[in-house]
């Protein structure tokens, strides 16, 4: 399952980790907001370390779709919904910054950059209204959308939105470019080190696997933090979802396109390969480590995709997850109990390439000093009731999922045989959870129990690899961390 961008990213430059060393900004993650927000306090003068626990853009960023718009399927009215209008307002401004950010970075460095019209469509007539609602509310906000009719996808769209001059890029050569550049600003980036905790203090302390750094401010750009404090990772879902891209005969969409439909989430856009245009499909997402089968989505994508654009000829298959909030705005700013020097930026709900853009502008701002009105208001922003019954009802949904892998986890012993290749099962082993699985002829046995809230895990048939149904942390085969909220791997058995 590696990503079209990850197979194809030039060669990027890091630095040897020394334990001891004191910095003013200590960035946790390497995606596109750590990377961000490093290259703005580095170009400021600040002495900066990105600490990245696998590789740069190896988790969501690395294997998004990576579309840039500001019309995000029937977001605007999600936030509307949880929130309230003057928030919708700033959540826009935010969004158009971050893409005029980036946009002007792109042409600064030479990053290829595609800008295109940004098409949200009703697949199925229940839609439609969806359609409607987003295109009223774009436009109360001040944005030149258009109604669409025939928007250049080969198969029946009942209504669309269109928003034009929005943008594409490969997100690998945007890291590249953002690495290279905050390193020619004399910031560090270390790869393969994994932070365990940071505590706040003059300076602050930042505990990893190779050891401590010092430092004014922490910025945890984790996706999902891996710091409790604020209990961030029961305030965010995690959303798992499949990507896929094809060489076609034949023409290509001209735009870049999200369906509204619940029922049939489908993302579509191009980018340029060496040799011609490939398409991109995603969409199928699920509550991460909830689904029985995540390999049916990645069938049942492929199908749709074959259906619709005969003879597409798959190169790559890869997945990757984002996390929603209460009141679908990223948290962004200091954590509780971090006395204003660790600060967090998280849950841009598959909307993280303007979105990780805005908050990195918004951190520098705290941080160094700055007047962005939007982010105050973004602050400011009250939780309304209906934001925080959907917290109570998620956390409701994860008590569930405790009790129901606990039940299931005791009450079955382990097989006395491995399972069948490319499988994984749960059962007990005395009286602990014990994950058993086979992939590519190996057998592994590993505590079925995640290292960070002691939910029992879930076996994904897709990637191999063991998901937490409470707080979306993944890990291998082997028990090796691969993302979440967890900081340490599963013990083995
Ligand atoms: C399938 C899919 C498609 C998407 N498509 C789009 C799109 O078209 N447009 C759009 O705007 N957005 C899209 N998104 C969302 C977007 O990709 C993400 O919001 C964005 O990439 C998140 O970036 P990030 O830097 O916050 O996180 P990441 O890229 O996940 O970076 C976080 C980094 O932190 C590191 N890390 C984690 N724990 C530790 C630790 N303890 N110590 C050190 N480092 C650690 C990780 O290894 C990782 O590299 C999509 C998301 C998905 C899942």
Redesign the pocket.
């Known amino acids: 399952m590696t990503s079209l961008w990850l197979d194809r990213a030039p060669r990027i430059e890091t630095d040897e980790f020394e334990a001891g060393q004191q910095f003013d900004e200590v960035i946790?993650?390497?995606?596109?907001?750590?990377?961000v927000a490093a290259l703005l306090f580095s170009r400021a003068g600040r002495r900066v370390a990105v600490?990245?626990?696998?590789?740069?853009?190896?988790?969501?960023?690395?294997?998004?779709?990576?579309?840039?718009?500001v019309l995000?399927g029937a977001h605007l009215q999600q936030v509307q919904a949880y929130s309230y209008r003057a928030i919708v307002k700033a959540y826009v401004e935010a969004n158009l910054e971050g893409l005029a950010w980036m946009s002007r970075y792109a042409d600064d460095q030479g990053i290829p950059i595609q800008f295109k019209d940004s098409v949200s469509y009703a697949a199925t007539p229940e839609g439609v209204r969806t359609v409607n609602r987003e295109y009223d509310i774009a436009k109360a906000v001040g944005l030149p959308v258009r109604r669409g009719t025939d928007v250049g996808l080969p198969f029946e769209t009942h209504a669309a939105v269109v928003l034009p001059d929005q943008a594409?890029f490969d997100?690998m050569d945007v890291l590249a470019t953002l690495a290279a550049d905050v390193r020619s600003h004399g910031g560090k980036i270390f790869e393969d080190?994994?932070?365990?905790r940071a505590k706040a203090g003059d300076p602050a302390k930042v505990f990893?696997n190779k050891g401590q750094l010092l430092a004014q401010h922490v910025i945890v750009?984790?996706?999902i933090p891996?710091l409790d404090r604020g209990l961030y990772f029961a305030k965010v879902k995690a959303?798992?979802?499949?990507?896929m891209s094809y060489r076609v005969d034949g023409a290509l969409p001209p735009g870049?396109y999200?369906s509204v439909d619940s029922s049939l989430k489908r993302?579509v856009?191009t980018t340029p390969s060496a040799d011609g245009d490939l398409l991109i499909i995603?969409g199928n997402?699920h509550t991460v480590g909830r689904d029985p089968s995540p390999k049916s989505h990645v069938r049942d994508l492929e199908e749709w995709t074959q259906q619709h654009w005969p003879g597409a000829v798959r190169t790559h298959a890869?997945?990757?997850?984002?996390?929603e909030t209460p009141h679908k705005v990223p948290f962004v700013g200091w954590m509780p109990r971090g006395r204003g020097r660790i600060y967090l930026?998280?849950g841009?709900?598959?909307?993280?390439?303007?979105?990780?853009v805005q908050?990195a502008l918004t951190l520098a701002s705290d941080i160094l000093g700055g007047n962005t009105p939007w982010a105050k208001v973004l602050h400011r922003r009250i939780t309304t009731p209906r934001a925080f019954a959907w917290g109570v009802g998620y956390n409701a949904g994860v008590a569930v999922e405790y009790a129901k892998g606990y039940a299931k986890a005791l009450l079955r012993g382990l097989p006395d045989s491995p399972p069948d290749e490319g499988e994984g099962v749960v059962g007990r082993d005395g009286l602990l959870p014990t994950g058993m699985s086979t992939v590519n002829g190996v057998v592994c046995r590993v505590s079925a129990v995640c290292t960070h809230q002691h939910a029992v895990l879930s076996w994904n048939d897709q990637e191999h690899s063991w998901d937490c149904p409470a707080h979306g942390s993944r890990f291998g085969a082997d028990g090796t961390?691969l993302?979440?909220?967890a900081?340490r791997n599963l013990r083995l058995r």
């Open positions: 946790v993650g390497a995606g596109i907001t750590g990377l600490v990245e626990a696998r590789r740069v853009g190896a988790v969501t960023t690395g294997n998004t779709t990576a579309k840039l718009s995000q594409q997100p080190v994994r932070v365990s990893t750009a984790t996706g891996v959303g798992r979802s499949y990507a870049m999200m993302s856009r995603g997402g890869w997945s990757a997850q984002d996390y930026a998280t841009y709900d598959k909307w993280g390439m303007t979105n990780s908050c961390l993302e979440g909220p900081t």
